[in-house]
């Protein structure tokens, strides 16, 4: 099982607060105590260049590293990773990876790119096939049972201690084909507790294919391409997908369902992967 901290003082994840609470309309007397999650800017360097600073919750940041490097095709395996320094900084947390020299080189030439001309206002003409890039089809495997990947997400629900605490954070968790859950990973953004989790699977040599994804938000693009950089055929989602979500999922795939509730769902891709 993955050990996570057992008690708010053992949290690098949150902090103490005192609130005023309201209840049925009226303001209960006195200060209260409560957590809030912590949202701390992590600086990305790869081999001393800056790459990208995301506002995220402060632990498990070397999954977090080596996830988003995987997801972003910055490195092809956790291999190309040879060490992870996680600096404190007076105004956030600066993570220092060192990837292989032909990882730093291809990053090299993708920055060279992103930097070109500028189609609107919101990017460059370069960077829309980086955002839409294609994903590796994940390999058929074994069918999964609706009745594992339900019984996961409600497994992973129980395993959410931040959310618990401070009711401000989303998890992403791995369970495998019986539903059981392995791994979970959580944080104020989505894509950062995904890519946590990616990046836990990575570093934990787990064969992650057999198994599924759970989230507890909606299944965007991105979930989708995260899903498939981890080489997991079934994603499934508290809340719905978007379009450009069910398309990426129905070329790479991946079975993805949405609305899990109870005991009900929605499937929206590769039914063949999902068996009762």
Known sequence: MDPRPSSPSDRLDSVAAQVTRVRAGAIVAGAQADHLAEETPVALEFNGISHATMLATPADL?????????????????????????????DGIVVQVEISSA?????????????????????????????????????????LAIGAVLRAMGAMRARQALHDLTGATHAAGWADADGTVALVREDVGRHNA??????????????????MVLVSSRASFEMV????????????????????????????????????RGADATLYSHPERITS
Request: glycine share 12%; with cysteine.
């Open 225 to 260: 391409q995260k899903t498939a950089s981890a080489g997991v055929g079934v994603l499934a989602a508290v809340s719905a997908p978007t379009a450009l979500a069910v398309r990426l999922a129905d070329s790479a795939g991946i079975a993805l369902l949405g609305f899990l």
């Open 194 to 211: 995904l890519d946590k989790l990616v990046g836990a699977l990575a570093r934990q040599t787990m064969q992650a294919g057999g198994g």
């Open 103 to 143: 990882c730093e080189a291809r990053l090299k030439s993708r920055r060279r790119a992103m930097a070109g001309r500028t189609g609107c206002g919101l990017c460059g003409v370069e960077t829309l096939p980086e955002v839409l890039r294609p994903v590796d089809p994940v390999p058929a495997g074994a069918p």
């Open 62 to 90: 070397e999954d977090f590293a080596v996830g988003f490097s995987l997801s972003e095709g910055i490195i092809d395996s956790v291999a190309d990773v040879r060490g992870i320094d996680v600096l404190p900084q007076c």
